[in-house]
C-alpha cells in the first residue's frame, strides 16, 4: 500500500512554469515505476512522463523538451517540472505508483493554463 499526495497545481498563463509534486507514504525506492498522468475534460487518461527504479524516463511526444520528470529518495518526493506550458496542458494531473501487481493513483491536482 502506498498514499500519494499531489501538489502544487494552479492557474498560470501560457509560457509559465509550475512544479507538481507528490509525496510517498514509502520509500520510492521500492516503487517500480512512479509517474505523472493527466486527464483533460472529455479526454482519457494519459501519460506525461515516468522514470522505472532502474533509471529509464519516459516521456509524451507532447511535452518533451518542456516537462522534467525527477525525484528525491530522502523525501520520498517525485516532482514534475513544467515549463512552456501552453493551454493544451490544462488538465488534472495524477501521481502514479505502479509495480507487477499493484498501481495507486493520487487525488489529482488541477492545472489551468490561459491563453
Known amino acids: 500500500q502506498v498514499q500519494l499526495a499531489e501538489s502544487g497545481g494552479g492557474l498560470v498563463q501560457a509560457g509559465g512554469s509550475l512544479t507538481l509534486s507528490c509525496a510517498a507514504s514509502?520509500?520510492?525506492?521500492?516503487?517500480?515505476?512512479m509517474g505523472w498522468y493527466r486527464q483533460a475534460p472529455g479526454k482519457e487518461r494519459e501519460l506525461v512522463a515516468l522514470?522505472?527504479?532502474?533509471?529509464?524516463?519516459n516521456y509524451a511526444d507532447s511535452v518533451k523538451g518542456r516537462f522534467t520528470i525527477s525525484r528525491d529518495n530522502a523525501k520520498n518526493t517525485v516532482y514534475l517540472q513544467m515549463n512552456s506550458l501552453e493551454p493544451e496542458d490544462t488538465a488534472v494531473y495524477y501521481c502514479?505508483?505502479?509495480?507487477?501487481?499493484?498501481?495507486?493513483w493520487g487525488q489529482g491536482t488541477q492545472v489551468t493554463v490561459s491563453s
Open positions: 502514479n505508483a505502479a509495480g507487477g501487481k499493484y498501481t495507486y
Open positions: 514509502r520509500p520510492i525506492v521500492s516503487i517500480a515505476a
Open positions: 522514470f522505472t527504479r532502474a533509471g529509464s524516463t
